[in-house]
């Protein structure tokens, strides 16, 4: 069994760039030979087959192990497919469908009745939209300027992926707000890359702090303080009475006792922590994209 996952992840390794080879010689013009589609199709229809008997086997043993039918299946799927493309492939859909609410003006994600968002994404808005204006040049000054086809196609591609990234990581900022909870508790995030949860009984003080760190997202210094800044920016400091524990972007577990963040209204962010969540900070909005 094992050996057959080893071969069917290896597989799956080996067939994705040739068909990322063939995709682009498509869009670029360059005509493939009719032997080569057979052997990949061929070759596509015995992977699906060999995943598929992976997955069932490993869904019947976690089912004799006494696992619900729903439980049993996301095991076999964690058995058969690996950590990091599960997360990449979540981390895609979780960013579509935020991009989805941005476009339709649905909004906040994950706000409960009595809880109050913290927007944060306007303090971003000009640097995103001129990283999205500096990605549209590239993209029309590369189609004009590479005369191969198939390299044509391929930048192409990538330069319209890095566009809409832009757009759906912002929006992802928009639609998840910080939040603060109606107990006190508060929840930090950057859109679909950052979800760190306060308990309130953890929460010592607040207070206005501005300023301007260095270091990466939610990484602890050495005094185990994590910033959360949006434009290098943070204005809200939050100290704890102990540390709490978080996954980073890249899914490195991570602790902190401190946590500094930027919050568009941090006047009534903070207020509203003090509060214990009963006061109200700025209103979200869509429109601050």
Not at 7 to 15: E, I, K, Q
Not at 78 to 97: N, Y
Not at 253 to 277: I, K, M, Q, T
Request: net charge positive.
């Amino acid at each position: 069994m094992k050996a057959l996952r080893k071969a069917v992840r290896w597989a799956f390794a080996a067939l994705a760039p040739c068909e990322l080879v063939i995709f682009m010689c498509v869009i670029g013009g360059v005509r493939v030979a009719p032997a080569v589609w057979l052997a990949v199709e061929l070759a596509v229809l015995a992977l699906m087959a060999g995943a598929t008997a992976v997955l069932f086997l490993d869904y019947w043993r976690h089912r004799h192990e006494g696992l619900h039918r729903r439980s049993a299946f996301l095991a076999a799927i964690a058995d058969s497919v690996p950590a990091s493309v599960r997360k990449l492939i979540a981390h895609e859909i979780t960013l579509s469908t935020s991009f989805l609410l941005w476009v339709t003006r649905r909004g906040p994600h994950g706000v409960r009745g009595g809880e109050l968002p913290v927007p944060y994404a306007p303090g971003q808005t000009a640097t995103m939209y001129g990283l999205l204006f500096v990605c549209i040049v590239e993209t029309v000054a590369l189609a004009y300027l590479i005369p191969w086809p198939v390299v044509h196609a391929a930048t192409l591609v990538l330069d319209i992926w890095g566009c809409y990234f832009l757009i759906a990581l912002h929006a992802s900022c928009v639609v998840r707000p910080h939040v603060i909870g109606a107990d006190g508790s508060l929840r930090l995030r950057y859109g679909v890359l950052l979800d760190i949860r306060i308990p309130a009984d953890r929460i010592a003080s607040v207070h206005l702090d501005r300023r301007f760190p260095n270091g990466k997202l939610a990484a602890a210094d050495e005094s185990g303080v994590a910033d959360v800044a949006v434009a290098g920016l943070t204005t809200v400091t939050v100290e704890l009475t102990e540390p709490v524990r978080y996954v980073r972007v890249l899914g490195k577990p991570a602790e902190a006792g401190a946590f500094r963040f930027y919050a568009d209204d941090p006047v009534s962010a903070v207020a509203a922590l003090r509060a214990g969540g009963r006061s109200s900070p700025g209103s979200f909005t869509t429109s601050g994209t």
